[in-house]
């Protein structure tokens, strides 16, 4: 049941974060979360705290990104939950897919704030995304 219900919300917030209203994944944040993203493009990063998310959260907004969520797995108390999201993202630019990666992310919250989480993505994909970017003069080539 809980994992039914974290799927609901995970799908209206990845919804919403895909038209670029990124209020309710702030409002869900914990004020200290931390978010890691691995790898060597321009989108990993270790950030600490709502503002570096925020930041980072636009840029995935201005890059035109769409997010969705394949299953949630939700479970443990109120106060010590643990998220699992598998899913996909990706980027169509005139009509062409220029980006499709799958994802997994590993969360921590704590009175249903998002404490911590991690990023698990095809790292080599999101460099090549690095590269269209760039080379395609998007507003989002520059983190």
């Given at each position: 049941?809980?994992s039914?219900?974290?799927?609901?919300?995970?799908?209206?917030?990845?919804?919403?974060?895909?038209?670029?209203?990124?209020?309710?994944?702030?409002?869900?944040?914990?004020?200290?979360?931390?978010?890691?993203?691995?790898?060597?493009?321009?989108?990993?990063?270790?950030?600490?705290?709502?503002?570096?998310?925020?930041?980072?959260?636009?840029?995935?907004?201005?890059?035109?990104?769409?997010?969705?969520?394949?299953?949630?797995?939700?479970?443990?108390?109120?106060?010590?939950?643990?998220?699992?999201?598998?899913?996909?993202?990706?980027?169509?630019?005139?009509?062409?897919?220029?980006?499709?990666?799958?994802?997994?992310?590993?969360?921590?919250?704590?009175?249903?704030?998002?404490?911590?989480?991690?990023?698990?993505?095809?790292?080599?994909k999101?460099?090549v995304?690095?590269?269209?970017?760039?080379?395609?003069?998007?507003?989002?080539?520059?983190?």
């Open positions: 049941m809980l039914w219900l974290g799927k609901r919300l995970v799908d209206y917030q990845l919804a919403r974060l895909s038209a670029g209203d990124l209020r309710l994944t702030l409002w869900m944040d914990a004020p200290d979360v931390q978010m890691t993203f691995p790898g060597d493009s321009s989108w990993a990063v270790e950030l600490h705290g709502k503002a570096e998310h925020e930041r980072w959260l636009r840029r995935f907004i201005r890059a035109g990104l769409q997010i969705s969520a394949d299953e949630v797995i939700l479970k443990g108390f109120p106060w010590r939950m643990t998220l699992c999201i598998r899913g996909r993202d990706h980027l169509r630019s005139s009509g062409e897919l220029v980006y499709e990666n799958r994802y997994v992310i590993w969360g921590h919250l704590r009175w249903f704030k998002l404490k911590r989480y991690e990023v698990y993505e095809d790292t080599q999101t460099v995304f690095d590269r269209w970017l760039v080379d395609n003069q998007h507003a989002a080539a520059v983190a």
